[in-house]
């Protein structure tokens, strides 16, 4: 099998990320080898589009290895980040008797893990939790890093805690069964990745056509990054994990104006990749040459790089004046000066965010 594992060194609990084709139905053998858990009970949360297909084999490899599990189906999509459904998997798992001893494994996207990973933080004051990621965003990102939380009327994400994995297990061989267009959207979380950290990891998406060949290498180096983002500043406080946020500012702005039904998450964050990486070229001396190879590595995977009309700038404004991205107030814009090198600068004003919107509009 071919198998990769990174570690994610934090002082407090390290863990393994363990990356291979196959991995599903080793999880119960991986839990026992990677985490120090020595209960019985594991709730295993899923969505009613990963269920159907992935959740038998998951049940099986952890009752095969002892353990006593209480699958719990939410409904697929970004509407299930909600308190409706965090309290309906929480109160699941009290009348299925689990308790502070027991294990979450989250099995899913980035939606799953988002939701379970913060049922599992507050679940009797937090109780350990396994990601097992199944998207290409969620295998590259959220997996990684320990954010957890959920979305409210007002806003993405505005409830939430750091809760990081006891371990993290990707099995590549699930990402066969994604739809196309949400494997094309994980690009713009991995173009991203190179844009702030690995211009190599750049040539290798490039290749395309050889892409799903290598899928344990590529999520080994999208992993890494993150890995390493994550231990230098684990809750965002020295600003090197904000660099993660290249391209979400004004992404996020697009994500929230077309209503969260109109872009996937991967789809806004491109446009806002473009925005950002041509700010990059006005005010952090990214080369116009760098800033074109990042615009056609996101159109090589389908990703828009273009806003139609219909959004206005306004409203992407005002949903961006919500986020909270924005301390306080200022503007903290994430800028490449060349491939692999970003930093967080506040010379991006409110005029020039506008004008990038605007630009978006224009054929080139
Ligand atoms: P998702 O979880 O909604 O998955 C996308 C779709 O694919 C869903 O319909 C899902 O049911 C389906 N699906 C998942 N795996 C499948 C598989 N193997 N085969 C077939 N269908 C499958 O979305 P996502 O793109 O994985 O994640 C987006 C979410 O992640 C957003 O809520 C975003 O805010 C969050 N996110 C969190 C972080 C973090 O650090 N916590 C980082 C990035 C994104
Ligand atoms: N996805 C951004 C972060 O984990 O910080």
Do not use: W
Request: charged letters at 20%; hydrophobic letters at 40%; one cysteine or more.
């Amino acid at each position: 099998m071919n198998t990769a594992s990174v570690t994610v060194d934090l002082a407090a609990a390290p863990y393994s990320i363990r990356i291979a084709e196959g991995s599903l139905s080793e999880i119960g053998t991986l839990i026992g080898e990677h985490t120090m858990f020595s209960g019985k009970k594991v709730a295993l949360v899923t969505d009613s589009n990963v269920g159907p297909i992935y959740l038998k084999t998951v049940q099986e490899a952890l009752e095969t290895a002892g353990f006593q599990v209480t699958p719990i189906m939410v409904p697929a999509g970004e509407a299930s980040k909600c308190i409706e459904q965090l309290d309906s998997v929480c109160r699941q798992m009290l009348q299925a008797g689990l308790d502070r001893k027991s294990l979450l494994v989250a099995l899913g996207g980035g939606v799953i893990g988002d939701l379970a990973g913060f049922a599992a933080s507050i679940f009797q004051r937090g109780i350990p939790c396994v990601q097992v990621p199944t998207t290409i965003v969620s295998q590259v990102d959220s997996s990684v890093g320990g954010k957890t939380g959920i979305n409210t009327p007002e806003g993405k994400n505005l409830l939430g805690a750091f809760h990081q994995p006891s371990l993290v297990v990707a099995d590549t061989a699930t990402l066969a069964s994604l739809p196309e267009r949400e494997f094309n959207e994980g690009f713009a979380e991995i173009i991203k990745h190179a844009a702030i950290r690995d211009e190599g990891l750049l040539s290798f998406v490039e290749n395309r056509a050889e892409i799903r060949s290598h899928l344990v290498e590529l999520m080994e180096r999208n992993v890494s990054i993150k890995a390493r983002v994550v231990e230098e500043d684990e809750r965002e406080t020295s600003g090197t994990r904000a660099l993660l946020n290249f391209g979400h500012t004004i992404g996020h702005g697009i994500e929230a104006a077309g209503g969260y039904g109109r872009f996937l998450h991967g789809e806004a964050i491109s446009l806002g990749l473009v925005a950002a990486a041509r700010l990059s070229v006005s005010h952090a001396g990214l080369s116009q040459a760098e800033c074109d190879r990042i615009i056609a590595a996101l159109e090589l995977y389908d990703l828009p790089t273009r806003l139609s009309d219909d959004i206005s700038t306004e409203s992407i404004l005002e949903a961006m004046a919500r986020d909270k991205k924005f301390e306080e107030g200022a503007i903290r814009f994430v800028l490449v000066s060349s491939l692999g090198q970003a930093h967080v600068s506040s010379s991006v004003t409110g005029d020039d965010i506008k004008q990038s919107i605007d630009r978006l509009r224009l054929s080139n």
